[in-house]
């Protein structure tokens, strides 16, 4: 088991970051907030989840143990694969997950792609006893700062969770008032909430 990747990034692409570990580079699938953090030849640690397949190792990496303890229980709910974990974490932060499930909320759910309303009622009954009660009291702690490039970021995360690049264009293009109004610099994690949300809205 690898719990944790540290060393230079090497490499980023759409949905997975290189990270040079004593002279090998490890591939690992992250989610758009946590590549948003990495920059190319910066140190950084990420926690780490090795899925195990017949046919592949895939390394999923994380900000923190916290989502990566979140990813691995989601997977213990049927139907729950990694890239359906990594999508709702992708969406949502392991406390807005817990929130949800909590308080039997659907519409959290649904905000994820792949996941309908029967789907959604499935989780919330199997995870209720699994993920624990919330930890924070304000809003979902997803979204981290990018300096720039915000849009490219957030059209990659679309394209990474299953859209079509002209979807992937279309929310980008419903967002952007929003991104443009922001104080400071856009974050991406609600950017990608946001363009989720209007996607919904048009299937």
Known sequence: MIAFVSGSIAA???????????GVGMAVQC???TLSTLRIGQQA?????????????TLYGFADDDEKQTFELLQTASG???RLAQAMLAVHS???????????DEKTLTAVPGIGKKGAQKLLLELKDRLGEPLGTGGPAI???VTSGWRDQLHAALIGLGYATRE??????????????????????????A???TLNRTR
Do not use: C, F, H, M
């Not at 692409?13 to 570990?21: G, H, S």
């Not at 392991?94 to 039997?104: H, K």
């Not at 992937?168 to 909430?193: F, N, S």
């Open 80 to 82: 729950v694969g990694p």
């Open 31 to 33: 989610t758009p907030n």
């Open 143 to 145: 979204g981290t700062a």
């Open 94 to 104: 392991p406390d807005t997950l817990r929130r949800a499930v909590a308080t039997g």
């Open 195 to 197: 363009a989720l949300q």
């Open 12 to 22: 980023l692409a759409p949905d997975a970051a290189v990270v040079e570990v004593g």
């Open 168 to 193: 992937a264009d279309e929310a980008v293009a419903a967002v952007a008032p929003q991104a443009e109004a922001a104080e400071g610099t856009p974050q991406v994690g609600q950017l990608l909430k």
């Open 45 to 57: 640690k990420l926690a780490t989840s090795l899925v195990v397949r017949e046919d592949s190792l």
